[in-house]
């Protein structure tokens, strides 16, 4: 006859194992404390990447949606109008940088980010931020220049 049973004692979660053999007895008795939050980070590790992946999907789609809506007003728009669609389209690829960068920390959580080396130009990468604020700064009269004095390593 076999019977289980599971207590805390000491702040242990002791698993208790009794088996009844003719002529003898057996008791097991295993502290399953890391077992158990194993278990539990997993199952917490695995609800917040899920998490994670629904809501940067939810948030990516309508996104990506707004991207392409500016980049066709703009085929159409007046002139003095491409300027503040082109910045309200960088807005829209810095939040899907961002989205994409918290799905990578969520990798990198998970133990499954893949690092790949890309070119890229740090010129215009700073260009890219300083038209980010352009039209904030305008709209306070803040001037804002971009000052290189020295080559940047293309």
């Known amino acids: 006859m076999e019977k289980n049973a599971s207590i805390e004692f000491n702040e242990k979660q ?31 590790a695995k609800h917040a990447s899920f998490l994670t992946n629904t809501i940067t999907h939810e948030l990516r789609t309508p996104t990506n949606s707004i991207k392409y809506m500016i980049k066709e007003a703009s085929y159409h728009a007046l002139p003095e109008d491409r300027e503040l669609l082109s910045i309200a389209e960088s807005n829209c690829e810095f939040l899907l940088t961002l989205i994409n960068d918290i799905l990578d920390y969520a990798k990198i959580e998970a133990g499954t980010f893949k690092l790949t080396l890309v070119n890229f130009s740090p010129l215009s990468i700073i260009k890219k931020c300083i038209q980010l604020f352009e039209f904030p700064v305008k709209s306070k009269k803040i001037f804002l220049k971009l000052d290189v004095s020295d080559p940047i390593p293309k």
């Open 14 to 44: 002791l698993e208790i194992n009794y088996l009844e053999l003719p002529g003898s007895t057996m008791i097991l008795i295993r502290d399953v404390s890391v077992i158990n939050q194993m278990l539990k980070a997993k199952a917490e």
